[in-house]
């Protein structure tokens, strides 16, 4: 009997043939990395020289105005002394403007003035062919073509009938960055004999050919029509990168009318509180657990199987479990949520309690003190750095798994916004809400920072 | 009797490979209230262990240790511990590790408040009050965690090593301190070090334990404690008697950890 589809392999040669990976597929996997090396490197390689170029900048007119001040200004060792090592924040700001100037750059960005690649043509163009018939007899005849913006619908008028010659003259509207196939019928192989393009402004070409027409190319496919490829420039086209002032303006709109009847505020409300209360939930349970944990064999027992197995198993690996326990619904992600930091703060707890100083557990004890109130004064405040760590990576966690569950199902949210623009090709959006998530999370991270300070000064310093 | 009596106490940890460890081996003493008694020993002779079964954190495998006719089981406030580092609560500020004990047994803030007061006077931290503890030196944190334990009023103060981590200077003051608080107070006090000098000093009554098994190897009476309180501690150490007693003692530790270092080979 085969319970499985599969039958169980007899042998282990069996087991292996059955169990081992295409090796052509695990080959071009492995060649795809290794030129992808290359394609890192020489990306990384750009930023690192305008990097030096920005240093060079700064070593001439900035150099030692912003040298370190203070206690540290004095120490002679510096390399190799960490604590000795702060951001230069003109690098910091030279960096983020290179990003944004590679971005407009690459996008054609009127921002940068008279600093452009090579945009790709738009306008009135035009190039002449010569075909021959079947009676060997030549022509010629002007094709023109209107390169117009991608979402733009101009009127062109149609070509002109030519008095003689069987060759006709052509009319063709092309997309920018587009390329449009002449038909050969539209252009007398209907009506002629034979009728064969032998010449493209003057220049021969075969089937397969090509040739440059001023602005753009020409190319006789083998079927005999021209297809035509405008010159594409060296931009980005908005729609895999809009341009950092089209992304601004979209935000603007966005902000004002919101996306599919959504406010953007409001779809990121809905994530942030979906965080927040999944992360709530679980601290309530998570940091009781972790000090049961760690303040009890048999907790520890009972516990340890579970929290061993389900801390390496990332949130995001749950959400098709969730989903089909829960549906769509709130109930699923803030379930997804509180899992996803229940474990993070139940183990930042317990390594609370098992960081406890013996010394200080048996000077409170021998002060008279009971169990709750070491539990309370001694154990809790004692464990608060390692729980307030455990909070900081929960938190974003809680962030990036929120996101990545509202791609998968949700109603509305900062994730459920981008994956629906991407659907519509709307990148604009997408990169908006990238910004966004990403500028929270950071925010997150600060404010969490910030409240540690206050609450537990004695941090690292015990 | 009043006094703490420990009667053939023996303690054998076994080593999880199978080994044991005699850390003390069927040792006999007879403390009397008001005592001031050092302890000392090579490295490793147990005085940490025996501190630690007389403060009821361990259970010794043989024997009994009793106070007031009262067998020791668990911690309690009647014996108050003084550690050598990292047993302040750096969340609170001084005042409030100074004032956690009554604070645990329910005492009125009021009477909390002027016994810090009182204690913080004794140990000279008047202004420290409000410092929290990782603003504190580390002679200032020791005496913080003597003022804490004195809040308690334990009838027995036991000490591991509470001013091994100090600088010459700041040892010596706090030696002045402990006998100053200890004539005051009129409390027994069990102190652990590894200085001779300060044993000589801190001891009506010294014990120098031999290891392996960890047992009792020579007691002294000594007339150095009482002639130390309100006195200057460096005259104290020109007495006659304190040199050849010093170099005695030092030469029995020396010898023992020969005889280790040797057994070790
Ligand atoms: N929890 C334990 N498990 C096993 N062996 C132990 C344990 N605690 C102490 N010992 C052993 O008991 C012996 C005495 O230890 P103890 O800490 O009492 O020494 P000590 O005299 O305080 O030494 P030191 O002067 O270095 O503090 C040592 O040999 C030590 O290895
Ligand atoms: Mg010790």
Known sequence: MTIFNTPIPATIGEFISLNTPDGGEVASLLSTTFWMIFGIAIIFGIYLLFSAGSWLIHKLFMDGRDKAKGYTSLKTVTFG???????????????????????????????????????????????????????????TATVNLLVHAFDAKPNMAAAEAKASGFAQNGALKIRERRTALLSSKKIGA???????????NGEAITAGGTVDFGNGEVLLTPKGSLQVRPYGGMTMEALYLPSPEGVWKSFVQLNKEGYTNVGLWENVFWSLIRVVLGFALGC??????????????????????????????????????????????????????????LWIMTIAARAGVSGVNISKVHAAYSLGATKRQLLMKVILPNSLPEIFTGARVAMGVCWGTVVAAELVAAEKGAGKMIIAASKFQLTDIVIIG????????????????????????????? | MSGLIIDNVSMTFELPNGGKVEALKNINLDIKEGELMSVLGPSGCGKSTLLNILAGFLAPTEGVMTLSGEPITAPSSERGMVFQHGALFEWMNVAKNIGFGPKMKGTPQAEIDAKVEELLDIVGLQDFAEKMIYEMSGGMQQRV???????????????????????????????????????????TIILITHSVEEALLLGERLIVMAPRPGRIHKEYRLPFAELGVGADLREVKRHDEFGPTRDEILNMIWNMEEEIMGRAE
């Open chain 1, 81 to 139: 002394d960490e604590s000795a090592v702060v951001a230069n924040r003109f690098a910091s700001v030279a960096s983020v403007i290179a990003v944004f100037f590679f971005w407009a750059l690459a996008t054609g960005s009127s921002l940068l003035g008279p600093i452009q690649l090579p945009a790709p043509f738009q306008g009135e163009t035009s190039f002449e062919y010569t075909a021959v018939n079947a009676a060997g007899e030549s022509d």
């Open chain 1, 190 to 200: 209907k009506e002629t004999e034979g009728f064969q393009v032998t010449h493209v």
């Open chain 1, 284 to 341: 309530l349970f998570g940091i009781p657990l972790g000090f049961a944990m760690g303040l009890s064999n048999w907790f520890r027992g009972w516990f340890d199987p579970i929290v061993e197995f389900m801390r390496p198993v990332p949130p995001l690996a749950l959400i098709p479990l969730i989903i089909i326990w829960f549906g769509i619904g709130e109930q699923g992600k803030i379930s997804l949520l509180f899992l996803a930091a």
């Open chain 1, 434 to 462: 990238i910004i966004i998530i990403g500028i929270i999370g950071f925010a997150i991270e600060v404010l969490m920072r910030k409240i540690e300070n206050r609450l537990i000064p004695w941090k690292g310093r015990g």
């Open chain 2, 145 to 187: 965690a003597l003022a804490r334990c004195l809040a308690n009023e334990p009838d027995v103060i036991l000490m591991d090593e509470p001013l091994g981590a100090l600088d010459a200077l700041t040892r010596e003051k706090m030696q002045s301190l402990v006998l100053d608080i200890w004539k005051k107070t009129g409390k």
